[in-house]
């Protein structure tokens, strides 16, 4: 979280033109990012209602309680997370918000939601996050995710969620998106590695980036099962029904109803 000695520091900042900047890095790679947030707020609304108590998971800059307030001005979110530079997005952001809290955790500890400030939620919504975790930790998320929402309430994971049964398909899928990624390179979008270095430049943000390399490295190296996978695992783990809601030929919006 931010350190209110850097107060000062931080308070001419333009967070929001590093959401923005965050939210072309993140389109590089999906084009389809906002239909998939807006197809989980549809589900939100259709199973919990318009006002809903959030648990924004693994939050980074907050992407999913930004659209989440745009729409439903009366929610409440919860953003947890363990990057300083995206917390500090974050916070910069939702500053003086009262509806936004965020909480630092490694979703890796047993003990993370002791630290939140609810024991459940209305909804806990994550979007291409949990990807970085393997099999087994994610499965044991799973489990304290469900214990967290409320009977009736709703777990939706956005992420790549790859069907190892479907090589070729998966090849064609692959190929024609890097044709995509590629054009919009020479039309001046960043990669993830170059954002990085950006942020390393900046003189608010080249302290919270190098935590966050020191904690993770270059890039984490998780799995991704396949949906059939996830739908699987959250119904041993305690939700009653669980399937995608979405899809593009690369990603997956999957929601287990508890």
């Known amino acids: 979280m931010t350190d209110t000695n850097t107060d000062t520091t931080t308070a001419g900042t333009d967070w929001q033109a590093w959401q923005q900047s965050w939210d072309r890095q993140q389109e590089w790679y999906m084009p389809d990012r906002e239909e998939r947030f807006r197809i ?3 589900m939100v609304e259709a199973l919990v209602g318009t006002t809903p108590r959030v648990l924004d998971l693994a939050c980074g800059t907050g992407s999913i309680t930004a659209r989440l307030l745009a729409r439903f001005p009366e929610a409440t979110s919860t ?3 363990l990057d300083p530079a995206l917390l500090a997005i974050a916070e ?5 918000d009262e509806r936004v809290s965020f909480v630092t955790a490694d979703l890796k500890d ?3 939601p ?5 024991e459940s939620y209305d909804a806990v919504l ?3 996050a949990l990807h970085w975790l393997h099999s087994e930790p994610l499965a044991a998320l799973y489990g304290q995710v469900a214990e967290l929402v409320r009977d009736g309430g709703v777990f939706m994971n956005a992420d790549h969620m790859i069907d190892d049964t479907t090589p070729r398909i998966n090849a064609a899928e692959r190929a024609r998106r890097h044709e995509g990624m590629e054009q919009a390179r020479a039309d001046g979008a960043l990669d993830w590695a170059e954002w990085w270095q950006v942020a390393a430049k900046d003189p608010v943000l080249a302290g919270p980036t190098a935590q966050r390399f020191a904690i993770y490295g270059e890039h984490a190296d998780g799995d991704m099962p ?7 695992v959250l119904r041993e783990k305690g939700f009653g029904e669980a399937r995608p809601v979405w899809c593009s030929p690369s990603d ?3 929601l287990a109803l508890k």
């Not at 910069?92 to 003086?96: K, L, R, S, V």
């Not at 002791?114 to 609810?118: D, E, F, I, T």
């Not at 396949?226 to 699987?232: E, F, M, T």
């Open 92 to 96: 910069g952001t939702f500053a003086g």
């Open 110 to 112: 047993p003990d993370w």
């Open 226 to 232: 396949s949906a059939a996978w996830h739908a699987r």
């Open 114 to 118: 002791s630290r939140l400030p609810y």
């Open 126 to 128: 994550t979007a291409t």
């Open 79 to 81: 953003g947890v997370d």
């Open 252 to 254: 997956t919006l999957l």
């Open 40 to 42: 989980m707020l549809d």
